[in-house]
């Protein structure tokens, strides 16, 4: 292992286009902004475009160099006799009516879906997907009233709802296209839009960014399920992959990354659980912009989890290795689809500027990372990285010559302090036993001495008579005097007032 710590450093200038023009790059576009990534790819494009016109003009010209050679051949050839020529015609129309024959039992995979008529299957059976396919048309209606709500006191809001409407339409319908072509017709589609409403509303950037990512949220809600993880790419299969690395690195500790973040802080512990739960709910969003702004609350609580534990603001080298920590401690569902996605149907003048780029450049990067992840990044030997990544090894272990004692060494250590815990627990009850029972003993003396005392009262005040005669009418004097005699106080009391009479 090395001696010194080195911690994840990234150039600021390794997150910009590559082409120098100051926008962002991305590792999807090859390093290159979304608008050197088009422009490269539009080269790429005409120069293929025309090595084809080069392969199909020599192909015709050997095509007609051959037919010239044959028709050479067959005329120095002898003429073929009526009746070859009869058999030849016959066995041609009997093949070409088979043909014919044959394609009225063969499905046309190039018609059109039918608007006006809904196909059978859906009427009488549910499709195992049915439930998620009405809640996207639920929620594909509702982006459509709302964008419509929103362009009605625009003055070219019909042309523009139209416009979006027809495309989204088409594009439907266009099951076979690819990942990429769709999003470069998207990307056309918003490149388009927006020079319209550029010489619409002249000096008025602001508006036309609010139109635009309206348009975004209207067109990719519609577009939803044919331009995420689509069947023609292997986005799938690599967020499996993605899925098993990160499930693999899960052994990966903040001192490894030289992550400046203290979870014992309530604040910051309670900052990392934001930005975990804000990383994972990206992939419940629909609209790249919402999944975007996940990215961007997610990164924000990176920063104030860094800052309340440095007691200062927190620096690029701080926040990428604090993000890749997250991201792997979180191992959010489907993290390389919703990047693409992104990527590709997402408004390209937000990835290429504003904080939003430079927190999805940043994931990006982490993504990268981890997919390439060795022992060197994370300052350990090969061995003791293989180790812990096929899980006969642990940090939290002790390493020693090889994992089998490891292994067993770990396992003793913890017996022993399971046994260490039995002993302090049954010494904890014995001693809560003998409480208990010296607390009976104390119960049942101070029991025995309550009774001793009140038969001593008992003993001292006899009572004289038990059975008292009941008084009459005729006794009640006698019984108040006899009351009266045996109070022993009777002397001491003062003598009782005489009624007097007074003269009117």
Not at 21 to 26: A, H, L, M, R, V
Not at 127 to 150: G, N
Request: aromatic share 8%.
């Amino acid at each position: 292992m090395m001696s010194q710590r080195r911690g994840i450093h990234l150039d600021q200038s390794e997150l910009l286009c590559k082409k120098g023009c100051g926008f962002y790059g991305n590792t999807a576009w090859q390093g290159l902004c979304s608008k050197c990534w088009r422009e490269e790819n539009q080269r790429e494009k005409q120069k293929q475009i025309q090595e084809d016109w080069a392969l199909a003009e020599r192909l015709q010209r050997e095509e007609e160099e051959a037919y010239a050679s044959r028709q050479q051949k067959t005329q120095s050839q002898p003429s073929i006799t009526p009746f070859s020529k009869f058999e030849e015609r016959k066995t041609k129309e009997k093949s070409s009516k088979v043909n014919t024959v044959t394609k009225f039992f063969i499905p046309s995979t190039k018609t059109p879906p039918k608007k006006d008529v809904p196909p059978f299957d859906t009427q009488s059976s549910p499709s195992p997907s049915s439930s998620t396919s009405r809640q996207s048309s639920v929620d594909s209606d509702i982006a459509t009233q709302e964008f419509i709500d929103f362009l009605k006191p625009l003055k070219s809001g019909r042309e523009i709802f139209k416009q979006c409407r027809a495309f989204t339409e088409t594009m439907v319908y266009k099951r076979d296209i690819g990942a990429d072509e769709l999003s470069e017709c998207v990307q056309d589609s918003y490149q388009n839009l927006s020079e319209r409403l550029q010489t619409q509303f002249k000096g008025s950037s602001d508006q036309v960014e609010c139109i635009m990512d309206e348009v975004e949220k209207y067109m990719m809600t519609r577009l939803y399920k044919e331009a995420f993880c689509p069947e023609t790419t292997d986005d799938e299969k690599k967020d499996l992959a993605i899925q098993k690395r990160i499930r693999a690195l899960h052994w990966v500790t903040i001192e490894m990354l030289c992550v400046p973040v203290d979870e014992e802080i309530p604040e910051v512990s309670d900052s990392v659980v934001k930005a975990i739960t804000d990383v994972i709910e990206m992939d419940s969003k629909r609209v790249p912009k919402n999944k975007l702004a996940c990215i961007t609350r997610c990164s924000k609580h990176i920063f104030n989890a860094i800052k309340v534990s440095k007691k200062e603001a927190a620096s690029a080298d701080d926040f990428l290795p604090t993000l890749i920590y997250i991201v792997l401690k979180a191992n959010p569902p489907r993290l390389h689809s919703n990047i693409q996605y992104i990527t590709r149907f997402c408004n390209p003048s937000r990835l290429m500027t504003g904080e939003d780029g430079y927190y999805f450049t940043n994931l990006c990067c982490a993504v990268a990372f981890i997919e390439k992840l060795d022992g060197q990044s994370l300052n350990l030997s090969s061995e003791e990285f293989e180790l812990y990544m096929s899980g006969q090894a642990s940090p939290h272990w002790p390493l020693t010559s090889g994992a089998t004692s490891s292994s067993s060494n770990t396992a003793l250590s913890q017996v022993h302090k399971r046994l260490d815990l039995l002993t302090g627990l049954g010494e904890r009850q014995e001693r809560v036993i003998e409480k208990a029972r010296q607390l009976e003993s104390d119960l049942i003396d101070w029991t025995d001495e309550v009774e001793q005392k009140v038969q001593s009262v008992l003993e001292s005040f006899p009572p004289d008579m038990q059975n008292p005669p009941a008084p009459t009418a005729s006794g009640t004097a006698a019984a108040s005097s006899a009351i009266d005699s045996d109070n022993v106080e009777n002397e001491l009391l003062p003598p009782p007032l005489q009624p007097q009479v007074f003269a009117g």
